[in-house]
């Protein structure tokens, strides 16, 4: 059960890292076009990144497209901010 327990915690912190990085990046924003572009290879650079520092056993990097498959899950919520640090921490983990 304390796995379970842990694995809740690594969640719950990478999805409270990704919204506050969200957050930054949005901050940032201006006038240039190409911020949804930009922004999006930060937040998969920041999963690649995440997945090396905890140490997780994949070998290979998320993807700039895998990271897209997951951004367009999040587009249209209310809460896209939200869905979209769940799902990056979700590539953090898997």
């Given amino acids: 059960m304390a796995y379970f327990?842990?694995?809740g915690a690594f969640r719950d912190e990478l999805h409270h890292h990704f919204f506050i990085?969200?957050?930054?990046l949005a901050e940032k924003r201006d006038s240039d076009l190409n911020w949804p572009t930009n922004e999006?290879?930060?937040?998969?650079?920041?999963?690649?990144?995440q997945r090396h520092l905890r140490g997780c056993l994949a070998t290979t990097n998320v993807t700039y497209g895998e990271y897209l498959e997951q951004e367009r899950q999040a587009v249209?919520?209310?809460?896209?901010?939200?869905?979209?640090?769940?799902?990056?921490?979700?590539?953090?983990q898997r």
Avoid at 21 to 24: D, H, L
Avoid at 40 to 49: D, H, M
Avoid at 80 to 86: E, F, G, I, T, V
């Fill in 40 to 49: 999006g290879i930060a937040l998969c650079n920041e999963v690649n990144r």
């Fill in 76 to 92: 249209g919520h209310s809460d896209y901010a939200r869905k979209l640090s769940l799902y990056c921490s979700e590539l953090v």
């Fill in 5 to 7: 327990s842990r694995q």
């Fill in 21 to 24: 990085y969200f957050q930054q």
